[in-house]
């Protein structure tokens, strides 16, 4: 999808305070900054796109309760999905993480985290992480 329908969907979906987004599947690179005025939202599907970073603007997304992330090329985390303090549900599988995302350990409502199909290092769950019911890797 182009640039132009994107953001035509972006402004949609404040004027009438979508609490879904599905944005899954359209190849898009980068998320546009107006996707801050989507503060409704409770779940966001950024899925199967070609992102490699998002916008610190994520983090005015507070209502997020299911974030879908996974078929992107994702190596790193902005620290501003920890300002997500509703995230229950984070899906990552199919990216590029090497590591355990730092910010995940700040999450404390964070019940289900998908990392599956990452190319993850062993890793060890600590107590910091005690709080995520639901692990896949």
Same mark, same amino acid.
């Given at each position: 999808?182009?640039?132009?329908? $994107?953001? *035509?969907?972006?402004?949609?979906?404040?004027?009438?305070?979508?609490?879904?987004? @599905?944005?899954?599947?359209?190849? !898009?690179?980068?998320?546009?900054?107006?996707?801050?005025?989507?503060? *409704?939202?409770?779940? !966001? @599907?950024?899925?199967?796109?070609?992102?490699?970073?998002?916008?610190?603007?994520?983090?005015?997304?507070?209502?997020?309760?299911?974030?879908? !992330?996974?078929?992107?090329?994702?190596?790193?985390?902005?620290?501003?999905?920890?300002?997500?303090?509703?995230? =229950?549900? /984070? @899906? /990552?599988?199919?990216?590029?993480? =090497?590591? !355990?995302?730092? $910010?995940?350990?700040?999450?404390?409502?964070?019940?289900? /985290? @998908?990392?599956? *199909?990452?190319?993850?290092?062993?890793?060890? $769950?600590?107590?910091? *992480?005690?709080? $995520?019911?639901?692990?896949?890797?």
């Amino acid at each position: 999808m182009e640039r132009p329908s $994107v953001l *035509h969907l972006i402004a949609q979906a404040a004027e009438e305070q979508w609490e879904e987004l @599905d944005l899954s599947g359209m190849n !898009l690179t980068e998320l546009p900054p107006e996707i801050a005025t989507l503060t *409704h939202l409770t779940t !966001l @599907d950024l899925s199967f796109n070609q992102f490699t970073a998002l916008p610190e603007a994520i983090a005015t997304l507070t209502n997020l309760i299911t974030l879908y !992330l996974s078929g992107n090329q994702f190596t790193t985390l902005p620290k501003a999905i920890a300002t997500l303090t509703n995230l =229950t549900t /984070l @899906d /990552l599988s199919h990216n590029q993480l =090497t590591t !355990l995302p730092e $910010v995940i350990a700040t999450s404390t409502n964070l019940t289900t /985290l @998908d990392l599956s *199909h990452n190319q993850l290092i062993p890793i060890c $769950v600590s107590k910091r *992480h005690s709080h $995520v019911r639901k692990i896949s890797h």
